[in-house]
């Protein structure tokens, strides 16, 4: 019997890439490779790349180039690059790197194997299509090992809202949601395997409108129901989801599905109606904050988390004002901030820039905000009783940690907890970027 081979996977940029680098790992697995942490053991090395701003794509080619020494070393060394930056720039990479032998996009992944094994022959593979395969289906039947009690579940792909400023109806494509009965049997497989907590992915979540099996179209709130049938799943989060596509009966079954945790990521990107206008968002300040309204008087609790993006193209004083009062108002307890990064291709890349100076400035005041915002947010958990999901022990002896239903991180001393237990907790500290909590005995 061959030797199995190793295989080092390094990922970048957000959930669904995490989720996607899993499902290159399982497929590879057929074919003789298992995972490992370090590229030095490695026989390949796949970088699953982000290509959203412009120091995410630059980073690949730096990582490229410090694979160099470890190839000359082992000439039989496979290099990889998937994901966004793969789709983006696919021939370049193979032009300006020539390290690289394959290169695969993130719609085509299932063809992995076939790759590799092109590349054992000595010749470079490269995959950037959108085929008309299921590349989910391709991948079932993979050999399924024990999973960690929390798992993310890809449920909708592509985007079609084309934001001004964004790559990633380009990257991933037009909006496609997978079937509800493939859903579901994943989701019962991740149980079987030990999870509790599945976070279904999409770039549009809320978008999602997958085939049901009596042929009608379902919406996301119609499959959290489905969902919230499945035995020993105890908790479902979704991400990331657009303002627009925040339905009436996903707002509702955050005040009336028990298992839906009360977190919403809901990005607004900019508070000034000229920017929002600009940015293609077809959504605007108003509008935004009435929507968060209609979803706190369903789950007054809920946490809300966000993304914006200061220094877009003309952006003045006044606009930046706009934002940081539109937080003021939310008032979120996550958000992910970022400076505006020309990204060629899309409109926005056509308009004149902002000073990066002043961009700077402004990212550091924005981030200051959210960071007091969230502090006091946390703060505010202390003396309140949760549920933890534990996921891991705590460096401390005796101590777990866990996520409360709030995506808080809680140690916990002193509890019986094991990993994949579901416990009350009252909240006695917080700390910088954690909560600590006590067993509270039933
Ligand atoms: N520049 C800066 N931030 C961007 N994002 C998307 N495209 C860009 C860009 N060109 C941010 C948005 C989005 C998040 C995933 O990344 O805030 O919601
Ligand atoms: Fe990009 Fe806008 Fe689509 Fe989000 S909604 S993926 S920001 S185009």
Redo the contacts with the bound molecule.
């Keep these: 019997m061959a030797d199995t081979k190793k295989l080092y996977i390094k990922t970048y940029g957000?959930q669904m890439n995490v989720y996607d680098s899993e499902r290159m790992a399982e497929a590879m697995g057929g074919a003789g490779y298992e995972t490992t942490d370090s590229p030095d053991d490695a026989d390949m090395i796949l970088l699953n790349t982000c290509h959203?701003?412009?120091k995410a794509a630059e980073k690949v080619y730096s990582e490229l180039g410090r694979f160099k020494g470890l190839k000359a070393e082992k000439p039989d060394l496979k290099i990889g690059v998937a994901g966004c930056v793969a789709q983006a720039e696919g021939e370049e990479i193979m032009r300006r790197q020539p390290l690289v032998d394959l290169v695969v996009g993130p719609q085509a992944y299932h063809r992995l194997p076939e790759m590799e094994a092109k590349t054992q022959e000595g010749v470079k593979a490269l995959d950037t299509d959108f085929p008309e395969e299921d590349k989910f289906e391709k991948l079932k039947g993979r050999p399924k090992a024990k999973r960690g009690p929390t798992a993310f579940l890809t449920v909708q792909e592509g985007c079609d809202k084309f934001?001004a400023?964004?790559?990633?109806p380009y990257t991933r494509g037009a909006e496609v949601s997978r079937p509800v009965d493939r859903i579901l049997s994943e989701a019962r497989d991740l149980v079987d395997r030990g999870v509790r907590e599945v976070t279904l992915l999409g770039q549009n979540v809320n978008a999602y409108h997958g085939a049901s099996t009596g042929g009608d179209s379902w919406s996301l709130a119609q499959l959290i129901w489905q969902l919230d049938k499945v035995d020993g799943l105890e908790r479902i989060r979704f991400t990331?989801s657009h303002p627009n596509d925040m339905m009436d009966d996903l707002i509702e079954a955050h005040g009336t599905c028990s298992k839906l945790m009360p977190y919403l990521h809901l990005?607004v990107?900019s508070g000034s109606n000229k920017i929002l206008k600009r940015m293609n968002r077809s959504h605007d300040r108003d509008s935004y904050l009435r929507l968060v309204e209609r979803i706190r008087a369903a789950r007054p609790d809920i946490l809300l988390s966000g993304?914006?993006?200061v220094g877009?193209p003309e952006e003045t004083e006044a606009d930046f004002h706009d934002t940081m009062d539109l937080i003021e108002e939310v008032k979120y307890g996550q958000a992910?901030?970022?400076?505006?990064?020309?990204?060629p291709g899309?409109p926005?890349a056509e308009r004149p820039l902002v000073d990066d100076g002043e961009a700077t400035e402004r990212l550091y005041r924005l981030q200051a905000l959210i960071t007091k915002q969230q502090r006091e947010i946390q703060d505010s958990m202390v003396g309140r009783e949760v549920s933890v999901l534990f996921e891991k022990p705590g460096r401390l002896e005796g101590q777990m940690v866990g996520k409360s239903e709030y995506l808080h991180a809680v140690h916990v001393s002193g509890s019986d907890a094991q990993i994949g237990d579901l416990k009350r907790v009252r909240i006695v500290e917080s700390g910088t970027n954690s909560l600590a909590g006590v067993p509270i005995l039933d």
């Design positions: 957000c959203i701003r412009e934001c400023f964004c790559v990633v990331t990005p990107q993304d914006f993006i877009f992910f901030s970022f400076k505006y990064s020309s990204r899309t926005a």
